[in-house]
């Protein structure tokens, strides 16, 4: 396939890199050597397939990371993300008003294309989602925490990028 049509992927999942970057992987692409590329570096795949076991795994991050937040009462896979619309793991905090209180329930749900990656995917978008019960926005002060949860976060985040892109080309061609 020629560069121009990849060329809307690439924008779409990492257009605000840089031009040298956004070459060096149109170029992996038109080689065909991005998915060994990424084969190479993220080798492992974790073996977290059930609710309950990612409940388990979340809540081991949490603890050692955000004991002093509130309480997560529901951690789920789930099927039907929009994952071209960039939704990979999701948030949400139900609020119920019980009698005089008012009582609010945190849950995270993670895409289940993540049950076949590699554990540091999984792991990126989990620290992400935990971040936001500190953070609710995306900005700076969330980034810096994301960065303290998982010092290679940014870069895994590119790379998990980089793995979105190549499964929407891989399905195109």
């Given amino acids: 396939m020629t560069?121009?049509?990849?060329a809307p992927h690439v924008q779409r999942f990492i257009g605000a890199y840089p031009l040298a970057v956004l070459m060096e992987v149109q170029d992996l692409l038109t080689t065909n050597?991005?998915?060994?590329?990424l084969e190479r570096k993220y080798p492992e795949r974790h073996l977290i397939q059930t609710d309950g076991a990612l409940f388990d795994y979340v809540m081991i991050l949490k603890s050692a990371h955000l004991r002093s937040s509130g309480p997560l009462h529901k951690v789920i896979w789930q099927n039907k993300m929009d994952v071209l619309q960039n939704?990979?793991?999701?948030?949400?905090?139900?609020?119920?008003?019980?009698?005089?209180?008012l009582k609010a329930k945190a849950e995270i749900r993670?895409?289940?294309?993540?049950k076949s990656t590699?554990?540091?995917?999984l792991e990126m978008v989990v620290v992400?989602?935990?971040a936001h019960l500190r953070e609710r926005e995306h900005n700076k002060a969330f980034y810096q925490l994301c960065e303290h949860l998982l010092p290679q976060y940014h870069q895994i985040e590119f790379d998990l990028r980089l793995l979105l892109l190549h499964r929407a080309v891989?399905?195109?061609?």
């Fill in 3 to 6: 560069a121009s049509h990849y």
């Fill in 33 to 37: 050597r991005l998915g060994k590329y």
């Fill in 87 to 101: 939704v990979l793991g999701l948030h949400t905090s139900i609020s119920r008003v019980q009698g005089s209180r």
């Fill in 110 to 114: 993670i895409a289940s294309l993540f």
């Fill in 118 to 121: 590699a554990p540091e995917f």
């Fill in 128 to 130: 992400h989602e935990l």
């Fill in 170 to 173: 891989s399905t195109v061609t």
